[in-house]
């Protein structure tokens, strides 16, 4: 087995840029060196999203109207940062503006590539414990609806395909399989209780 890359680049081209997203187009060898091309989107900010869990053991999520999707959809709260900045500080605006709430507590559960075919987009995912209450101040852009559900729901529309959003599922189910191993921390692990 080889980790080399195996395409060669012949000649990019840029075909579209804007503040969020630049769009390159590339005329390569495939692996096995026939001609082809390749469409490539760079994101150009990390994507963000948390997992609130409060004291009774339940989160939110948030519901919007997706534009790409033509659907609505349920999410945990979710976000772009900006270029250079931390992925932390970045997901605690997100849950501020999107929920009003903020957190005493937080940990990093997964990175991940959201669509790696086409797509450079990594996205970091938190959970947050220890909420505290204030004023959500959602974007501009945004419309937004905030549900509070216990953990075990959220868990069961992941499962049912409810929740589609894959930085909501894998999430969910990264914190359902810490608590399945007992490897959650203590106060969320509280907090939800057995899941079965």
Known sequence: ???????????????????????????????????????????????????????????????????????????????GGKPGEPALASVQRELLEETGFSAANWLQLLSVHLSNSVSDELATCFLAWDLAPGAPCPDDGEQLVVRRLPFRDVARMVWSGEISDVMTVTTVQRLELMLHRGIAPAAVAQAIGPLS
């Open 1 to 79: 087995m080889t980790v080399a890359n195996p395409w060669t680049t012949l000649e990019s081209t840029l075909q579209y840029d804007n503040p969020w997203i630049r769009v390159v187009e590339h005329r390569v060898l495939t692996p096995k060196q026939t001609p082809g091309i390749y469409g490539t989107v760079h994101f150009k900010h990390l994507a963000t999203g948390v997992l609130p869990i409060d004291a009774e053991g339940c989160t939110y999520l948030v519901g919007q109207y997706r534009y790409v999707l033509n659907a609505y959809s349920w999410e945990m709260p979710e976000g």
